[in-house]
């Protein structure tokens, strides 16, 4: 092999070699940063409202606006979703005990359905699930990815749509 042949293939082998590392495996996240590629993720889902939630989530906006959902995960791929007011600050609550989470990639619809943490009570603030194919596609909202939160309250549904937001603020790893 020639000389230059063995430059370029010694510098793309040094370009994979130190490409990204996964460095959040080492790391535990009690936010809503959706990351398995080692870099910032702060994502503010449906709108921004410039700060966290009462339960240190990012929040999303359900309807006008009338209910708020915050949501955080973990990196074992937890989901938590707690039910908020519209001004996004206080705890609200449902008689039904399930949220439902759904996402498109291309033409395939995934819905997956999260459970209230106490489902014998009467009414309901906080769902969970344990699904790191959501979390994944929750990580991809912008990049070919959309999902949807819809929780029913009384005899409406009421729906917000996640949004990508800036990888540049968010929590460090």
Same mark, same amino acid.
């Given at each position: 092999m020639n000389f230059i042949a063995r430059i370029c293939l010694s510098t793309i082998a040094l370009v994979f070699i130190t490409g990204c590392s996964d460095e959040s495996? *080492?790391?535990s996240h009690n936010e809503t940063e959706v990351t398995n590629d080692g870099h910032d993720h702060g994502h503010d889902h449906g709108h921004d /409202? !410039? *700060?966290?939630?009462? /339960?240190? !989530? /990012?929040? %999303?906006? %359900? !309807?006008?606006?009338?209910?708020?959902l915050e949501w955080l995960h973990n990196d074992a791929g937890k989901l938590t979703f707690y039910l908020l007011d519209a001004t996004a600050k206080e705890d609200v609550t449902t008689t039904t005990n399930s949220i439902t989470i759904e996402t498109t990639v291309k033409d395939e619809i995934k819905s997956v359905t999260l459970n209230s943490t106490t489902p014998d009570a009467e009414t309901h603030n906080c769902f969970e699930a344990i699904d790191p194919v959501l979390l994944q596609r929750l990580e991809l909202v912008g990049h070919g990815v959309t999902a949807k939160a819809t929780v029913q309250i009384g005899e409406t549904a009421y729906s917000g749509e996640f949004e990508h937001?800036? /990888?540049g603020h968010g929590h460090a790893h």
């Open positions: 495996a *080492s790391h /409202h !410039g *700060s966290d939630g009462p /339960h240190g !989530g /990012h929040i %999303l906006g %359900l !309807g006008d606006e009338e209910y708020h937001h800036d /990888h």
